[in-house]
Nanobody, 114 residues
């Protein structure tokens, strides 16, 4: 019943920044713990960041200090601010309920290259 639509991906040079958006169906962003994930070509999907309903955040070591997850309840949207991007950040980025193993959407492509 819950659907998420990712957007904001694109091409950026190394060292650049992007902000990804995750729009949820209905008004549920403030109801659930949310997470951002990514899957690079030939690799498994990996966890990047999560935000709990009280607003606490958790980050994977690979993105600590570079990425930030936050939400705007009024817009029913969760964001992933991505800074100091590296070529190895190239992947399809997904949002979902934190801990969910199903219900994956189309994701948004992020390509970091010069």
């Amino acid at each position: 019943q819950v659907q998420f639509v990712e957007s904001g991906g694109g091409w950026v040079q190394p060292g650049g920044s992007l902000r990804l958006s995750c729009a949820a169906s209905g008004r549920i962003i403030n109801t659930y713990n949310m997470g951002w994930y990514r899957q690079a070509p030939g690799k498994q999907r990996e966890f990047l960041a999560a935000i709990t309903t009280p607003g606490s955040t958790i980050y994977a070591d690979s993105v600590k200090g570079r990425f930030a997850i936050f939400r705007d309840n009024a817009k029913n949207t969760v964001y992933l601010q991505m800074n100091i991007l590296k070529p190895e950040d190239t992947a399809v980025y997904y949002c979902n309920l934190w801990g969910s193993t199903s219900g994956w959407g189309q994701g948004t492509q992020v390509t970091v290259s010069s």
